[in-house]
Structure formats: C-alpha cells, structure tokens
C-alpha cells in the first residue's frame, strides 16, 4: 500500500480556503491538517503553487457507448474526464440500445470496466413501460426521465407514464425538463423549443414530486423562469436539486447565431437575461454539469445536425476565469462541482477532502493562460464551442483513488482502472 504526503497545499473546500497537507493510505485519505509528518518511504508531493479541489464530479456526461462509439466511448471520454479534473462521471442512459433494464446495465458496466479510466456512474432511463423493473434496478446512481424528446430514443411524454416513475421509483429522478407536447407545437410554428417548453415541464415535474413525496434532480436549468418555480419549491420543502451547465452560463443565443449548428443543444442557449439570472442566482443551483455531449463535425454539419456539445475539458477552466471576473468564488466551484454532486447522488465517498474518503484529488494551477483550441483535446469529437476563447487556469495533477491518472495534461492512467459506483449497492 503506498503512502503519498501532498505538503503545503491550498485546500479548496465548500467552508473555504486554507493551508493544509493531505496524508493518503493507499486508496484513502488519511489525515488532513498543517505540519503532518509520515513513515518512512512515503511519496512526498510539493503542492506549493497549487489550489487542491476535491476530486471533480459531472453528474450528467453522454459517453457514447454503445452505439455512438464513432464519436465517443468509455476509453476517450474518461480520459477527457481527467484531463478536465474530473474524477467521477456520471453517464446517462440514451445509449443505443438505451440502458433501461438489467441486461442492459450489465452490458455497459463490462464495456466500461474494460476501459475507463475513472470512476463512472450510470443512470437507467425510463419508460412508458419500465417503471416497476426501473425502481427494482441496483447499481445506479439514479434514473433520467426524458419528458421531451432529445437525442436517443427515450421518452415518457404524458402525465400517467411520468407519475408512475413518481410513484416507485426510490433514488434520484433525474429529469430533461422540457414539455414535448410543447416541443412539437412551437416547432410546428417554426420555433425551437423556446423556454415555455422548459417552464410547463419543470411545474409538471415538480407538482409530481411533491404529490409522491419523490426526490427530483431538475437537469441543464437554462431560464429564469426555471429557478424561480425550483426557489419556490425548495421553501415549501419540495425534495428538488437542480443543475446548470457551463454551456448556459457563458454562452447565449447570439453564440448560437454565430456558431450555427455548433451551437446547437437542448435545451437551445437562451437570452442575455436569462444567463444573467443564473449567475445571480447560482445559490440556487445544488450542481454545475457539463452535459458532455459529443457529436463529430460531420454530423454537426450535416443537414439535420444532432443537439450538443462537449464540455468535460473546459468547464474547470472557463469557472477558473469566472473566478477572476468576481462571478463566483473557489469555494462555490468545490460546493457545485464536488461536494454538491456527491450530496445529491449520495456518493458516500466522494466529494470531500477528509479522513476516510477517497483519495480523489484535483490539482489546480490557477496561473496558466492559454486559448481553447490550442491544445488537442481528449474528447474523440475533437472541437469546443469555446473554440479561440482565453482562460486562466486548468487540472495540473489528478489523483483517483490514491494514484497519480493524470500530470501535466498526460493521462497515465490505464484502461480498467476507473470503478463503476453506484448509490444503490449491488
């Protein structure tokens, strides 16, 4: 079992900011505290001129796999995933086929366990028929719920095939707010899914919720309209968490105007307005999600374009450079990006820097600049909506579970070395 020393670190944590080393026992953090000392042959590793998050968690990635591998799969995305500073991902289920049962799961978890290289999490979806063998399903972290239809095949439009899912499932419902019966109005009138669509299905979800007493995670909250009716129902003690994107924090409908189909997601970017509501209210908001969604350029391109766009290795930067221009602060990004996801999706040891949880670390060199693009990514997709845009700062070390995955941009970890994890044990 190897010991690592992290000396002279700057601990970045939801309470704040403050000096302190980090003692790791094989897999585990050991102590936290200031001056620590350690036994003989311990690795010992200068944290000087770094901040130190808790290891990074998305709560909302497409992996790809299977059925999308040409654009993604568990190997590649996970490596993004650590290049970006994050240590755990959760994957969402519209696959090809879709993950809704055991089989499935099963399935994907082999394919996954052959291949990445962290911590992975997987959602079932739902539908109009799965509700009883969704709530039965171990090993998840919760199960999406497409009230509107988006990329993949899963839908559960009408209020009986969503109340069922209400009523039985147990763990987190995570859901894709937007109304399809709305979806297809508008679009008959040559509208694309404006934030009314996003407004009816989050009062639908939320009224859900508190009639069967369920927990609601509301997924890519994009309008004002949105985080007022999730403030409202957090005060009258409705169990609802919600996420933001960085998609939707730093871009706007102007951007999809100047991107074309690059800028194309669901749901669409949204008005100067509402990206300002969000920074304002980001106290709202329980967790920031990249809603990773890769597609290559070709089918961006294309005639009909599919919706989406990558994000696990620029999110970290683009908040870094946020933090710069007074929008959030360090410890909101360890709050949003850590310890909220963990919270939320009950990843008992994940999310923290304190004895007894994994050695998930994320070492930040706040002082690099650089331009997006510049740098090959990751990602199989191979291009960012944030294309030529300046940042400050980046993942200069991961460590998961006690190993060094990732220095200086070099993934080192090996296929197979991530874990699947899950808020229902098997």
């Keep these: 079992m190897e010991t690592i020393l992290i000396k002279s670190g700057t601990l970045v944590t939801p309470q704040g900011i403050a000096p302190k080393d980090i003692l790791i026992a094989g897999e585990v953090i050991a102590a936290v505290g200031e001056g620590l000392s350690a036994p003989h042959n311990t690795r010992i ?12 968690i998305d709560a909302h990635v497409h992996l790809r796999e299977p059925g999308g ?54 959602f079932v979806g739902a539908t109009a028929e799965n509700a009883e063998q ?51 109005h508008f679009a008959k009138l040559g509208q694309r899914r404006p934030p009314i669509c996003a407004a009816l299905a989050v009062s639908r979800a939320l009224a859900l919720a508190e009639r069967f007493q369920a927990r609601l995670h509301v997924c890519h909250v994009s309008t004002a ?4 009716l999730i403030r409202d129902a957090k005060a009258r003690g409705v169990k609802v968490t919600c996420e933001v994107t960085p998609h939707h924090l730093f871009l706007t409908a102007e951007d999809e105007t100047r991107l074309g189909p690059l800028g194309q997601m669901n749901p669409p970017l949204r008005p100067q307005k509402d990206v300002d509501a969000l920074w304002e209210n980001l106290r709202t908001a329980d967790c ?17 374009p599919p919706s989406g766009v990558p994000g696990l290795e620029t999110a970290l930067p683009l908040l870094l450079t946020a933090v710069r221009e007074g929008k ?9 990006m850590a310890e909220g996801p963990a919270r939320i999706f009950g990843l008992q040891r994940k999310g923290r820097i304190a004895p007894g949880y994994d050695a998930d670390l994320t070492l930040v060199d706040v002082g690099a600049e650089w331009a997006i693009g510049t740098r090959s990514l990751q990602t199989k997709c191979g291009w960012s909506p944030f294309q030529g845009r300046k940042v400050r700062g980046r993942a200069a070390r991961v460590f998961l579970r006690g190993r060094e995955v990732c220095a200086n941009e070099e993934v080192i970890a090996e296929p197979g070395y991530g874990q699947i994890i899950a808020r229902f044990a098997a």
């Excluded at 995933?81 to 799961?105: Q, Y």
């Design 45 to 56: 590793v200068n944290a000087e001129d770094v901040l130190i998050f808790p290891g990074l």
């Design 69 to 122: 591998e040409h654009k993604e799969d568990f190997l590649s995305g996970t490596r993004a995933a650590l290049a970006g500073g994050f240590t755990t991902v959760l994957a969402m289920p519209n696959t090809s086929p879709p993950l809704t049962g055991c089989e499935a799961l099963a399935q994907t978890k082999a394919l996954a366990k052959s291949k990445a290289v962290c911590d992975v999490g997987f």
């Design 134 to 184: 969704a709530a039965g399903l171990e090993a998840v972290v919760g199960l999406k719920l497409y009230m509107g239809s988006s990329t993949g095949s899963l839908l559960v439009a009408d209020l009986a095939g969503q109340a069922a899912h209400f009523e039985r499932y147990p763990g987190v419902i995570a859901v894709h707010a937007e109304d399809e019966e709305a979806v297809v």
């Design 225 to 228: 309209h949105e985080l007022a």
């Design 288 to 304: 920031i999600a990249t809603d990773h969604a890769p597609h290559t350029l070709e089918e961006k391109r294309s005639s009909t």
């Design 328 to 336: 959030l602060s360090l410890p909101e990004i360890s709050r949003l």
